[in-house]
């Protein structure tokens, strides 16, 4: 899905924005061929336990894990909760509009929001409440503790009952002009709500959203608005008290939980969100270079180039493995002690669109086209 920008300026500053959109801002004819595959590249031992498919995945993190299940969400406002083992759908509801954001869930209610910003609430397959949102919102909500955390694009953030849907609180904060229509940051550590607000990790008290701490995970430059976005892009990657991030096309860093500051952060573009393990932070750059960083430091640790022009995908750890699909929807996987590539497999040619999501050491891909893979390294 091409990057878009969002203003929250008047009629001008729309304009700008949906020209800029309109004509592929991040992307042009004129780009770099992508890398040819590497030959002698085979599944090797990794294998596909299981396939299904919905309706198309425009929307990064459209799905999630909890307990022995996958809940997915196709273009088409179809949520369904597939069992991990086979992906036999343990129940299906539709929400009866297609979706702007992926699905959140926490095993039981599942979340999501239409294009006509309305957030919708299942418990159990069956449509519970639904609410009109006052913003677009493309960030999947997250459900916890029976509540549900709304991030809007102009970076408002709102928690429900999950129950009835009674607004509990909001929280608006002052800033900048343009911000970015992908998948931002929301997450959970311990009692805190984490929110990306611009290229700043937010701490917020999720009983009253007050903001608790701050720190920032890239600096903004350039010399206008477009240029200045760094708007912080989903997936969080939580390992510890570390919470990581990317900020767009300028930083990659990682923030304590305990203590809300930034540990590190590192220079570095890039669209796509990040993934990681104990040990290493993964992710791609603007020419498609994987890079692992430690992640107490930052220091690199290795950086495999194979890929470079590829479109990559989010990546994903899977034990001594990390996978990362690309635009022809090919799922690579490297070995995390060296980013060498030990493994590819097809899927069915159309993109990789968000982070592989594990699930006892089953990662979940999905493609453009609606193809879920449920994929096992061995």
Known sequence: MPNKIFSIKLAAALTLASLLSACSLFGSSNAPKPTPLEADVSAGKARVLWNARVDGLQTPLSFVARGE??????????????????????????????LSAGVGSDGRFAAVVTRS??????????????KTMPTPVNTAPLVAGERVFVLTVDRQVQAFDALDGRKLWEMRRPGDALTLAQAGVIGVYKDTLIVGQGPRMAGVDPLRGTVRWEASVANPRGTNEVERLADLIGPLVRQGEMLCARGFQSAVGCVSGERGNTIWSRNVGGTRGIGGDAQYIYGADGSDRLTAWKIGNGDTFWTAEQFQNRKLSSPAAVGEFVLVGDFEGYVHLVARDSGKTVAR???????IVAAPLVL??????????????????E
């Open 69 to 98: 299940q996958f809940i997915v969400a196709g273009n088409d406002g179809v949520v369904q909760a597939l069992r991990a083992a086979d992906g036999q759908s343990l129940w299906r509801a539709e929400v009866g509009g297609k």
């Open 117 to 130: 910003n309305e957030l919708v609430v299942i418990d159990a397959g069956q449509v519970l409440w639904r």
């Open 360 to 377: 006892n050491g089953v990662a979940l891909v999905a493609t453009r086209n609606g193809g879920l893979y449920a994929i096992k390294p």
């Open 345 to 351: 497999l097809a899927t069915d040619g159309s993109a």
